[in-house]
């Protein structure tokens, strides 16, 4: 039957649907996702972290087997790099980003590349990197792919061929240690990017782009600038109030802006969570004190303008590297008889904030985990009250729960509507907080004016300490119930600290072990576990291809150097190789990496080592060094680091000789730059490179002595 041009045309004024192009993501599609899909980093547009499918479930989930694998290892330099972004899947396509910015495109059924996307980056960006050179997820939306690289970009790709499309700077400065880890967030007709550096002393902002053009469209600071300089907009200039006039600006102030936030499209608002302080001690950075906006804060923005529509502060005066840039989850919940639309967040700092979206009201701010800093949150206020352990740290060391990596950090946390409960990667660490006698400001190092040797030595505390668990470390999966503000169960097995998936019945995690572990979502009763042989910090993602469920995650170990590759790691066993690992029910068994193998110290240079070289070079080695390579045994008394953490960049100490004889061109010059290992040029002399270097040889000379000797040579 033929139809007349007039019929044609309407019925498409009557509304017929056209189908949308394979892997097209608007805003209907994420408002009213389909079951199948998973079209955003936490699922919806809720960030949730959840999906209905359930045919893995309690019964079926034995069955789970391994399906397909992709090989995502970091292509830039010799040195593996963690993978933390939850891949997003539509109509069978799986898009997600590895380190550095890369970005993969996959037939999500099988594993098969579709295309990859090599942002090119600059490597020497790894050393302003805190905390490897990671990249948390990828946007998609109407056909592009946005995505941040470590460099400072922020890029858009076509969907189809992931062709590069636009490329935009999103850096104000050049000259101090920016980048970029986290994801880029669409709201309306824009595209959010944050940044991260806020530990090498820079000014956090979030700034928007055009979806189509790349054309910035706004710029919003988190914390003031100088007042002499004037303010940017009226919130900078209401900010600037809770700041000393005379602060230190040059330090930056912090409060970058690097975790996955969220939007309401129905109230058109933009969550946007923020850093910690730039230095940590607030008599460093604002002399009189005050409450610093808008570090440690949760931000409400109209996306069509910038514009601060409410925000709440998590830890005012932020002294303890508290960051409130854990996953935002909205949800609807029924408080007092009343269905509330709430915004729910576990930052750092150890309490469970329920606000109201729409307004930021506080409902409910209650610890989650093993808090001693603020006895409780003043519902009046909504200001946490102190205790003597969260008193100032200047006048003596504190000993302090959570510590700086946070009671919850970025893994992210899940919320199951069904069974109304929230699944948090929950850490209880002491910290011991020591602040430097002075700060200034200096280039390529750590610049929070903490005293990191200091961080793990109780015995400096010992009046402080009342039970034996406060020097233990723990890590748990922990359910908790944000109406009644309690934990309903939790579960401390080894290290289940990566990010959660929840399902009807199942909450899945993986953890630094190379575990991905399923649980009761009700109970806690641990179902299955498959051993992959890589640690897994990411959130895993499920979806639906032609009627099989499928369970994926990225699955690479790397992350801030405080805790740095422990020695339970997988890594330590198995080559830590990048990953996207995908599992289905009647699957096969896991392949396992190449186990690690150990490198021999080899013959040191014949080389006279001068001792005071040797002990000047100590202290730069762990000053500007050991953060990434490593350390060997206690650091000098006058460093700031603490006792050398597992590393798995190359140990200087077991350089072959051809490495010694170009050490100088290596650190100040820079030939290794595009494996990641940038000049040092701008922090460092020749005399203090040589110092370095004797440190360096004494350290190996040594080492190969006991080889020797062991070997009865």
């Given amino acids: 039957m033929k139809y007349s041009p007039m019929v044609l045309i309407l019925a498409l004024l009557l509304g017929c649907e056209q189908k949308k192009p394979t892997g097209w993501i608007d805003a209907d599609r994420i408002m009213h996702r389909e079951a199948k899909d ?89 050393r302003k990197a805190c905390c490897d050179a990671v990249n948390r997820g990828v946007a998609v939306w109407e056909g592009y792919v946005y995505v941040g690289t470590l460099d400072g970009y922020l890029v858009c790709l076509d969907g189809k061929t992931g062709t590069e499309l636009w490329r935009k700077d999103t850096f104000v400065r050049r000259d101090v240690d920016y980048t970029i880890t986290s994801p880029p967030q669409v709201a309306g007709n824009i595209v959010m990017i944050g940044n991260s550096g806020a530990e090498f002393g820079v000014r956090g902002y979030i700034t928007a782009y055009d979806l189509k053009s790349g054309e910035a469209q706004w710029r919003f600071f988190i914390v003031p600038g100088d007042p002499k300089n004037g303010f940017e907009n009226e919130a900078m200039e209401m900010a600037s109030k809770t700041w000393d006039p005379n602060s230190d600006w040059e330090a930056g102030g912090g409060g970058t802006s690097w975790g996955q936030s969220a939007y309401d499209p129905e109230l058109n608002l933009l969550y946007v969570g923020t850093g910690n302080s730039s230095p940590y001690p607030i008599w460093f950075r604002s002399p009189s004190g005050g409450d610093n906006l808008f570090l440690a804060s949760i931000l409400a923005i109209n996306p069509d303008n910038g514009k601060l529509i409410w925000h709440y502060q998590t830890t005012p005066g932020e002294i303890w ?3 409130a840039t854990m996953n935002i989850v909205l949800a609807d919940l029924e408080i007092g008889g009343t269905t509330r639309k709430v915004l729910m967040q576990a930052p750092k700092n150890g309490f469970f904030y ?72 929950e850490r209880v660490e002491p910290m011991v907080y020591t602040a430097t006698k002075t700060y200034s400001w200096m280039p390529d190092r750590d610049n929070t004016g903490f005293d990191y040797s200091q961080m793990y030595k109780y015995k400096q505390v010992i009046n402080q300490v009342k039970e034996a668990e406060d020097t233990i470390t723990t890590e748990s999966l922990l359910a908790w119930n944000p109406i009644t503000g309690k934990a309903v169960w939790k579960i401390s ?7 959660t998936l929840s399902t ?19 109970t806690g009763e641990k179902l299955k576990e498959l051993f992959t042989g890589t640690g897994i910090m990411a959130g895993a993602t499920t979806y639906e291809i032609d009627g099989e469920q499928y369970v994926a995650v990225m699955a690479g170990y790397g992350g801030a150097p405080t805790d740095y590759f422990p020695q339970d790691a997988a890594l330590h066993q198995y080559q830590n190789n990048g ?78 000789k051809d490495v010694h004889k170009v050490f100088k061109e290596i650190v100040l010059g820079g030939i290794f730059s595009s494996a990641g290992m940038a000049s040092f040029s701008r922090s460092l002399k020749e005399e203090d490179v040589e110092a370095i270097h004797h440190y360096l040889v004494k350290i190996q000379q040594d080492a190969y002595d006991q080889l020797k000797k062991a070997a009865g040579d």
């Fill in 38 to 126: 998973w079209v955003s980093l936490g699922g919806d547009y809720k960030e949730q972290h959840y999906s209905p499918l359930n045919k893995i479930n309690i019964k079926t989930v034995s069955q789970l087997g391994f399906a397909w694998e992709y090989d995502a290892r970091s292509p830039i330099g010799r040195v593996p790099r963690g993978l933390e972004a939850t891949p997003i899947v539509v109509d069978g396509i799986m898009y997600t980003s590895g380190a550095w910015g890369f970005v993969y495109a996959l037939d999500a059924k099988t594993g098969k590349e579709i295309w990859k996307y090599n942002p090119k980056v600059d490597a020497s960006y790894v």
């Fill in 321 to 323: 590297d508290y960051t």
């Fill in 354 to 425: 329920v606000l109201d979206r729409a307004t930021g009201e506080l409902l409910s701010a209650e610890k989650f985990s093993r808090v001693n800093w603020a006895s409780h949150v003043d519902m009046k206020t909504g200001r946490p009250v102190l205790t003597e352990h969260g008193q100032w740290y200047k006048d003596e060391p504190k000993l302090v729960f959570p510590s700086l990596g946070g009671a919850h950090g970025w893994p992210p946390m899940s919320f199951n509507p069904g069974t109304g409960l929230v699944y948090i990667p």
């Fill in 493 to 499: 097995d080894g290290a289940p600290n990566g990010g």
């Fill in 504 to 522: 009807p019945e199942l909450v899945f995690q993986g953890t630094r072990t190379g575990y991905l572990n399923v649980y009761d979502a009700k």
């Fill in 579 to 656: 990953r996207i690992i995908c599992f289905k029910l009647n699957g096969g068994e896991t392949p396992l990496p190449p186990r690690t193998v150990k490198i021999p110290t080899p013959e040191p240079p014949d080389m006279k080592i001068n001792s005071a070289l040797v002990d000047r070079g100590s202290v730069l080695y762990w000053d500007y060094c050991e953060v990434c390579h490593g350390g060997f045994g206690e650091p000098p008394p006058n460093s700031t680091w603490p006792e050398g953490h597992m590393s798995q960049h190359p140990d200087l100490s077991k350089m072959p």
